[in-house]
């Protein structure tokens, strides 16, 4: 009998009370979502160690506009003596125009023991998006940019000057959900210029592995054509960390 009353309670309710939950009510879109992980890596090329390395990826896309931020740490050492230090930091702006985007770029990388320890990137231009689906992203860039680096000193140049560089970047950015919880990603960078021209390519896989919590494999390639005496002109880090996902 109390269970019918309350029943009955329920029914002659007011409908402004029923309205303050509707049924179909869903969570407002968050147009906020970052990353961090922290980890283990293996370097080869310039530098030859196993230590510390972190990432804070940031991005806020909206119906109009797309901001990228990232920072990534690399920090090695062997005894009290660091043996790599280097430190990238990346913010991207998109315009968007239909299945396309106007954006702006700028990249700085300090690094101690690389062959070259300063590098400044700034570049627009038009990026478009050939897939773009639940599934897989695949879109494209290219843009004229300005290149300011500094090489590493060496026995025959003990205090090199700064060098400035008009560039042409060209940029290919794949992603592809494999399964429910593991991804994989592929980015392809390319700039030329008269004085020197890189090629980087960015590989990862992620695996969520209980709600926000991933592991994450990643491996960053870099070639230089022009590099100081005694330096190499590819650089390798390999990642292996645990990410966390806001969102």
Known sequence: MKTLCYLSGLFFLPSTAWALVPPDY???????YAEVEAGLQLNS????????????FVTYDTTKAKQEFTFKAYYAAEGN??????????????????????????????????????????????????IKN????LSLEVGPGYRYDLAQSSDSIPNPTANSDVILRSAAKYSVKL???????????????????????????????IQDWAFKIGMNMKYTEVVPEDTKQLDTITTFNLLYTFQ
């Not at 090329?45 to 804070?56: D, E, H, P, Y």
């Not at 106007?102 to 700034?122: N, P």
């Not at 994989?184 to 695996?207: M, P």
């Open 45 to 56: 090329g310039n530098t030859s160690t196993k230590n510390f390395n972190g990432r804070t």
């Open 179 to 209: 399964q429910e919880y593991t991804s994989f990603t592929a980015d392809l960078t390319t700039e030329v210029g008269q004085d020197n021209r890189t090629i980087a390519v960015d590989l990862s896989y992620k695996n969520t592995f």
């Open 134 to 137: 639940n599934v897989t992203n």
């Open 81 to 130: 003596a660091s043996t790599s230090e280097k430190f990238d930091v990346y913010y991207q702006s998109n315009y968007k125009i239909n299945e396309s985007y106007l954006y702006g770029r700028a990249e700085v990388t300090w690094d101690k023991f690389g062959s070259y320890t300063q590098i400044t990137t700034i570049s627009t231009g038009y990026g478009f998006d050939i």
């Open 26 to 32: 869903k969570e407002p879109p968050n147009d906020i």
